[in-house]
């Protein structure tokens, strides 16, 4: 990874990085996902898909997932 990228989402499940980026990409935020699971070891001990964008995006990006996450806890109420 390039200096200067930041880790703003992590999952064992990737699809969920998978949304977070698109929907960061959405909103002009460019964004990558880091596979960090071995799938050897996946049933045993899940690595993690993380999401990363510059720094000079994090807090935007952390805003837009942590409205996009309470929007999913809403909709399961």
């Given at each position: ?14 699809f969920e990085a ?9 909103n002009e935020i ?41 929007g999913k806890m809403?909709?399961?109420?």
């Open positions: 990874m390039e200096k200067d990228w930041v880790k703003v989402f992590g999952s064992n499940i990737s998978e949304i977070i980026k698109g929907m960061l990409l959405e460019d964004a990558v996902v880091v596979n960090r699971q071995d799938s050897s070891f996946v049933q045993m001990l899940p690595g993690m898909d993380e999401v990363y964008v510059h720094n000079s995006n994090e807090a935007k990006a952390k805003e837009l997932i942590a409205a996009s996450q309470e809403e909709n399961n109420l």
